[in-house]
C-alpha cells in the first residue's frame, strides 16, 4: 500500500516536452492526469514487450482524444514491433476497441541508438533481459537519468569472466555520474539463486553499481509483487547500511512519487 501495486510506467518532463517510459498499469492513472492537465503532446519510449510494461496501454486516455498526439518510440532488435504488439493485445479476444481505431494520432518511431526528443538527447543500450530489453539516458539541460529496468547483471548470470566484467562495466558507464538511476532491483542475493536466467536484479546489484558508477540518485523499482512494504524497507535498510549509502541516494521507488533531477 505504501510503495504501490501498478506496473512499470514513468511520466519524465523536460520543460514543455512530456516524455512516457513504459506503459505498465501505472499509465491509465498517468493518462487520466495528462487529461487534466491538457497535455496534446506525449512520447513513449517502450523498453521491452513484455505485458508488465505495455499493459497499461490500451487503457491510456490520451490515445481516446481525437487532437491529442502520440509518439510511440521502438528499440530495435525486439523479436516482435512494438506496433504489432499493442495490435494483438487489442484484437476483439481481449479487447473492444482495436488499435486501428484509436482516435489519436498514433505514429512509430525507431529509436536507433540515439535520439532527440525536444530538448532532450537520448541514448540507448541493450540490457540483459530474456526477448531484449532496452535502457536509456536521457539528457536535458545538463542534467541526466538513466532509465535501467529489468536488467540481470552478466557477472550474475555467467561468472566471473572477462565477458561479464566488459559488459557490467559497460552498463556502468552507461550510468556513469547520472543525478538519477531508476533500477530494477527485484530480488534479494538469497532469492536470486531460484531466479537466475529471469532477467531481473539484486538490490546488492544496484548498491554496488552506485558506488562504482558514482551515481548520485538510485531509485530502486520493478519490485517482486510479493515483497510486501515492510520487507522492501528492511532491504532498503540493510543495503543502505552494508554499503553505506545515505536514504538520499539509494531508496525505494514509490508510487505517485515526484522527484526534480
Keep these: 500500500m505504501r510503495y504501490g501495486g501498478n506496473t512499470c510506467c514513468v511520466e519524465l518532463r523536460c520543460g514543455e516536452q512530456t516524455l512516457v517510459l513504459d506503459a505498465g498499469t501505472g499509465v491509465r492513472a498517468l493518462g487520466v492526469a495528462l487529461e487534466r492537465a491538457g497535455t496534446v503532446n506525449i512520447s513513449l519510449l517502450i523498453s521491452h514487450t513484455h505485458m508488465d510494461h505495455i499493459q497499461g496501454f490500451p487503457f491510456f486516455a490520451p490515445a481516446y482524444h481525437l487532437k491529442k498526439t502520440l509518439t510511440v518510440y521502438e528499440p530495435p532488435g525486439l523479436s516482435l514491433p512494438i506496433q504489432e504488439a499493442l495490435r494483438k493485445q487489442t484484437e476483439p479476444y481481449y479487447f ?48 541526466v537519468l538513466v532509465y535501467l529496468t529489468d536488467h540481470e547483471p552478466y557477472r550474475r548470470l555467467f561468472g566471473d569472466t572477462d565477458y561479464s566484467r566488459a559488459k557490467d562495466a559497460e552498463v556502468r558507464d552507461f550510468m556513469r555520474n547520472a543525478d538519477l538511476v531508476l533500477r530494477d532491483a527485484q530480488y ?52 543502505q547500511k552494508r554499503y553505506k549509502l545515505d536514504a538520499s541516494r539509494f531508496f525505494l521507488g514509490c508510487e505517485g512519487a515526484e522527484i526534480e533531477v
Design 188 to 239: 534479494t542475493v538469497d532469492e536470486y539463486d531460484t531466479r537466475r536466467g529471469w532477467g531481473h536484479g539484486t538490490f546488492d546489484d544496484a548498491a554496488e553499481d552506485t558506488k562504482l558508477a558514482e551515481v548520485k540518485r538510485m531509485m530502486v523499482f520493478h519490485h517482486d509483487p510479493d515483497h510486501s512494504d515492510d520487507f522492501l524497507d528492511a532491504c532498503a535498510a540493510s543495503v
Design 96 to 143: 473492444p476497441v482495436p488499435l486501428e481505431d484509436l482516435p489519436a494520432h498514433l505514429e512509430f518511431r525507431s529509436t536507433g541508438d540515439a535520439l532527440t526528443i525536444g530538448g532532450a538527447d537520448i541514448s540507448r543500450l541493450d540490457l540483459n533481459h530474456p526477448g531484449g530489453c532496452s535502457g536509456y539516458r536521457i539528457e536535458y539541460e545538463k542534467k
